[in-house]
């Protein structure tokens, strides 16, 4: 479990803060979509998660373990896929023996699982990738590591329409039972299938923290055309008339989740959900 | 807490040094291309070959001391900094994997350059002319200096090396974790104004000194000599105490020009 207790935080150096006092608890076994605009704190509360920034008050515990502490143990819980990655001037055989040493759950099997799916050799030569095949090389390393939370920032960053879909397939086939994800990105539309849990980043403030099942159950997504607005929580136009977010009654059907609607509510409209 | 576990020790310098390997080949190529020409020169043009022990000597030392700076020479980029701070060691465990490469990694670096910056010449200036080849080192060792060796109550010049060779090191493994960017030419500049003010400072508090009549004696005696190698010693220690301290508190973001 992640325990994010009254955190404070500014970058060195910058007066504007970042965070002034965020609270937020994270439980086992779920994928975590963290949301928001750029520049709203989602890769700082990710690095501040992994220990690798240092908060101005209160702190974050990782099952159990302050995170300013940076202890080994810890550390190899987690595993960060950053936005933009480097590889390592190594072949793939060395890139798995290196992560071996440190992770005891590493899987060689998973690893080479994952680069089937995302189309790439297991004898790739990492000197030669674009920033997308090192992304899923690298994304792969991370699942095949077996940590047990697993934070990826903007990880469709960079990668093209049929890679977006490979990766909620690899994420969905090869994350662990006990593992916990956390995605932060602000192209929702390339995660909403996967998430159990969305957490709505805006300037330092949580707008959102809830289950997708309990936004399902109390609200439905649908087109709706101009004369069929009643109820309707917030709408925008679409080719089909309006695409709307309404709130549920009793006897309605459950509709999928429309992320990218819901964020827009949230952050444009500042719509306050009824949960 | 401190926490260091052989094992995973062992993991971190393995992983430093496979990810360290391009920065090791470019230095490498540095050192032995500038001693290679140096070598050249002055056994085909400039003539005096004694020029070149001495030559390499400071070079060799200069290098030593100022690869101090290079501690968190592996934490330069964003990426890198994720990676190595990220990796399941303690932060002293890393800080001593760095402290390796930067002391017994730069001693063999610059060992391995010279010896194939020798070889190279002596293979080249014998396929030119064989009447002026020969081995910068060989000759060197032919002609050691005896008074290398520490002995007696004196301190002797391998001592006075040593010493400052380990408080000028520490000092630059200070200013290269301070600092974030230039931070060997900054920690240079620092030293030197700093050398500067307190020699201005300490020839003004002499010359008081003699004006109000006291006479300033330098003792050179087994007790100063000791209690100076005991001085510097924990100078040396709170400098790489300061460092892994530093190092310690590095954040993957920072927008100062220190790391603190």
């Not at chain 1, 469709?156 to 879909?165: A, M």
């Not at chain 2, 592996?74 to 002391?103: D, W």
């Amino acid at each position: 479990m992640i325990e994010i207790n009254h955190v404070a935080f500014n970058y060195p150096g910058s007066s504007h803060h970042v965070y002034d006092d965020l609270t937020l608890n994270l439980q086992e076994n779920c994928i975590y979509g963290l949301l928001g605009k750029n520049g709203m704190g989602k890769s700082t509360l990710l690095y501040l998660i992994a220990g690798l920034l240092r908060t101005k008050g209160g702190n974050i515990i990782v099952d159990g373990k302050d995170m300013k502490n940076r202890d080994p143990e810890a550390l190899r819980d987690i595993f960060i896929v950053p936005e933009e990655y480097e590889m390592p001037n190594v072949s793939m055989k060395q890139l798995v023996s290196m992560h071996k040493m440190f992770y005891p759950n590493f899987s060689e099997d998973v690893l080479y699982k994952c680069l089937m799916d995302f189309e790439i050799s297991r004898n790739v030569n990492l000197k030669e990738l674009s920033m997308g095949q090192k992304k899923k090389v690298y994304m792969s390393v991370a699942l095949a590591s077996g940590t047990r939370y697993l934070l990826m920032d903007e990880p469709t960053n960079g990668l093209d329409i049929p890679s977006k879909s490979l990766f909620r397939k690899v994420i969905a086939q090869n994350m662990r039972e006990d593992q916990t994800i956390i995605i932060s990105t602000h192209q929702v539309h390339d995660v909403e299938s996967m998430l159990d849990h969305i957490i709505v980043l805006d300037n330092g403030q949580i707008l959102l923290d809830t289950s997708t099942v309990n936004i399902t159950d109390h609200y439905c997504f649908s087109y709706r055309q101009p004369g069929e607005l009643d109820g309707v929580v917030y709408k925008e136009s679409s080719l089909q008339g309006y695409i709307t977010m309404s709130e549920r009654k009793s006897g309605d059907e459950e509709t999928q989740l429309n992320l990218e609607l819901l964020f827009n509510a949230l952050t444009r409209e500042r719509i306050t959900l009824k949960l | 807490m401190i926490d260091f576990n052989i094992h995973r020790f062992r993991n971190v310098a393995e992983w430093s040094l496979i990810n360290s390997k391009g920065t090791l080949i470019k230095k490498f190529f540095g050192i032995y291309f500038t001693l290679f020409f140096f070598m050249m020169f002055f056994s085909r043009v400039g003539g005096d070959g004694d020029v070149v022990p001495v030559l390499t000597t400071v070079m060799g030392s200069v290098f030593l001391v100022i690869s101090g700076g290079a501690i968190v020479g592996n934490m330069k980029t964003k990426q890198q900094r994720i990676s190595y701070m990220m990796l399941p060691g303690s932060t002293l465990e890393k800080f001593a994997a760095n402290y390796l490469m930067v002391t017994v990694g730069s001693i063999l670096l610059l060992a391995v350059g010279i010896v194939a910056a020798d070889v190279s010449q002596w293979l080249l200036n014998s396929a030119i002319d064989r009447t002026v080849s020969n081995s910068y080192i060989i000759d060197a060792l032919w002609h050691s200096n005896s008074n290398l060796v520490i002995k007696g109550d004196r301190m002797t010049l391998g001592e006075a090396i040593l010493i400052l060779y380990f408080w000028g090191h520490s000092l630059y493994m200070v200013g290269g974790a301070l600092i974030r960017k230039h931070a060997c030419l900054v920690t240079t500049a620092i030293i030197f104004a700093v050398t500067t003010c307190l020699s201005i400072v300490a020839v003004w508090i002499g010359g008081k000194l003699c004006d109000y009549g006291y006479a300033v004696y330098f003792y050179d005696s087994a007790l100063t000599n000791i209690l100076t190698d005991l001085g510097f010693f924990v100078v040396i220690l709170f400098n790489y105490y300061l460092s892994y301290r530093i190092m310690g508190r590095i954040q993957v973001i920072n927008n100062k020009w220190i790391n603190l």
